[in-house]
DNA sequence: CTATTATTTGGCTATATTGCCAAATATATA
DNA sequence: TATATATTTGGCAATATAGCCAAATAATAG
């Protein structure tokens, strides 16, 4: 296959990828409602500290999410609300597979 | 967390999971030009049958594929094509982040 | 029935991911 | 400065994933 097509595929599979795992399509899902600050995502998400961070460098990598910080705390926003659209789409998959 | 609302958010993500491999994404995409044997597909991802059998066989368990064997082939097509529209957003976030 | 073609499954190794703990860093406050 | 709070980083063990080969299964042709 074309390098170039490859290069793109790569990319898109790395932000499919990010949102692939429980806790980071959590995450999104309540960035989706607005800013917070990783104190409040780890209490929501009941995981150690590091692990949400963990999981918030990754989806920063992806370019889902944005970072901002503010004094001694770093609140997360979501950059591309776009993926948002989808949820209905992969709803639907899950519950029957059928969809418009 | 609600068992029914993780429930859920597990199931969307292993869909997402399911799309988040390069080669995975890559046949969703050739299926949603058209319905494609295993053997086309082989050729067209260059790995080994084994490889492209599992990795159909993990998309087909998470909702995104179905398959239907006529003969000796088993042909492969996409079920949810409602993914691709998500792909445009896909795009923009590897682009550079902005989205509408 | 035998041989051939298409596909899946089992088994294995290499690699990647996850999540915890402990330590490091950064900022604010006393 | 010392201390507390917020977050990230390093390290590690457990688990999961990817991809190859070889073997099993299924359908067809001879």
Redesign the interface.
Known sequence: ?DDRV?A???????????????T???IV?ELARGERCVCELVK?V?ADFSTVSKHLTLLKN???V?DDKRGQMVFYTL?????L??????????VS????
């Open positions: 296959m490859q793109v595929i790569d990319a898109k599979a790395k932000v499919l990828k990010a949102l692939g795992h429980p980071r399509l959590f899902e929501l009941g992806a370019g889902v944005q950059k591309v609300p776009c993926i659209r989808f949820m209905d789409c992969i709803e639907a998959v899950i597979g059928s969809c418009k």
